[in-house]
């Protein structure tokens, strides 16, 4: 049985295995399938996976992160008024995906944690005020709203977390 505790979490590259990953939802299968490299070679977003040392190659998970701003209008009022009045710097974590054989093994997690453990270390570069998601369901928006994730103010399932209210 595979250790998913242990996990190893990379840039996408070659040699992982695009084809052999299911999370039993079409969307984010057909992403990493046939989307996510070209994305990475456009400098649209940046794709990390999981995978582990047994089988370097097989994607356990995967996530991505790009820029997006957000305008003020989009944020709750009490937040808004303290912040300046342009379009406000955040990390959009657009994706994240884990493969059937590993969910429920805390997967998910472990891959929000690096996503936000990268977008704290590159806000010590340059501004970033918050990371967004957009949740694909109910359920990925309760997944996130349980690590302090919150909906912004005009969008759907559009949740934010202000980088400040991490430890």
Do not use: W
């Not at 250790?3 to 992403?31: M, Q, W």
């Not at 790009?66 to 709750?76: K, M, V």
């Not at 690096?114 to 309760?142: F, H, P, W």
């Amino acid at each position: 049985m595979t250790d998913f505790a242990k996990l190893v979490i990379e840039p996408l590259l070659s040699h992982h295995d695009r084809a052999g990953f299911d999370c039993g939802t079409d969307l984010l299968n057909h992403y990493i399938q046939k989307q996510a490299s070209q994305d990475v070679k456009r400098r649209i977003s940046r794709v990390f996976i999981a995978t582990t040392a047994e089988h370097p190659s097989r994607i356990i998970g995967y996530y991505t992160l790009s820029s997006l701003s957000i305008a003020l209008s989009q944020l709750p009022q009490e937040l808004a008024k303290k912040l300046p009045h342009h379009p406000i710097p955040a990390a959009l974590l657009g994706r994240l995906a884990v493969h059937k054989m590993a969910q429920q093994h805390g997967v998910g997690k472990i891959l929000l944690v690096d996503a936000i453990k990268r977008t704290l270390a590159i806000s010590e570069q340059i501004g970033i005020y918050a990371m967004v998601v957009d949740a694909l369901n109910q359920q990925a928006q309760c997944f996130y709203q349980q690590f302090g994730f919150s909906l912004l103010s005009t969008e759907n399932r559009r949740l934010f977390l202000p980088l400040q209210s991490i430890g």
